[in-house]
Every structure is written in C-alpha cells, then in structure tokens.
Nanobody
Framework: QVQLVESGGGLVQPGGSLRLSCAAS????????MGWYRQTLEKERELVAR???????NYADSVKGRFTISRDNAKKTVYLQMNSLKPEDTARYYC??????????WGVGTLVTVSS
C-alpha cells in the first residue's frame, strides 16, 4: 500500500523559511509527477507547485520567486523550499504523486502557520 508522509510544517514568522518534505513508501515504483497543494477553511485546495519527471515545473503565481520544488527520484521524495513566507501562505499543505501508470496518491497534509 502506497503511503505519502509529509514533514517540515510548523509555525514561522513572516519573512521566514520552511522546507517541506514528502516521502513515498510502498508499491509505487515510478513517479511521473510530484507536487504540493494547499488548502484552508476558506479556500478550496489549490496547486502550489508541481514537478514532472523530466524537470518541468509549474508554480502558483502567488508563490513564484519564493518557493522552489525539487525531487529525489531515487528516494521517492519531493521537497518544497518556502522562503519569504507571508501570513497568506498559512494552510495545510498536501503532497501529491502521480505514478507513470496514472495512479494518484495524496498525503494527509502538514500544517504551515505564518504568524508573528
């Protein structure tokens, strides 16, 4: 059974940084797309960043220039480096992986709170 385990969330002051990690375990052998989404009580889940196996990236306009997504295929891990954090970045962040076979997997999320 495939599991995605996120880590790295927490409380940070505005302007600070956090690095999220998400590692896959179980029967997922080849991952096509890795990504991060976020959701709040007021907003639906939205794409933050995604990275394909070939290195193509997409970022939400609101995080461009501040967030960087990267992946380690051998470790089946995706990272999200978040710099210059703002209060509006506060959300639960979810890891997503799509296998080359088209299966879609989600983590349970990690909470990021940006507050002074």
């Amino acid at each position: 059974q495939v599991q995605l385990v996120e880590s790295g969330g927490g409380l940070v002051q505005p302007g600070g940084s956090l690095r999220l990690s998400c590692a896959a375990s179980g029967g997922i052998f080849s991952i096509s797309v890795m990504g991060w989404y976020r959701q709040t009580l007021e907003k639906e889940r939205e794409l933050v960043a995604r990275l394909t196996r070939l290195g193509s990236t997409n970022y939400a306009d609101s995080v461009k220039g501040r967030f960087t997504i990267s992946r380690d295929n051998a470790k089946k891990t995706v990272y999200l480096q978040m710099n210059s954090l703002k209060p509006e970045d506060t959300a639960r962040y979810y890891c997503n992986m799509v296998s080359t076979g088209g299966m879609d997997y989600w983590g349970v999320g990690t909470l990021v709170t940006v507050s002074s």
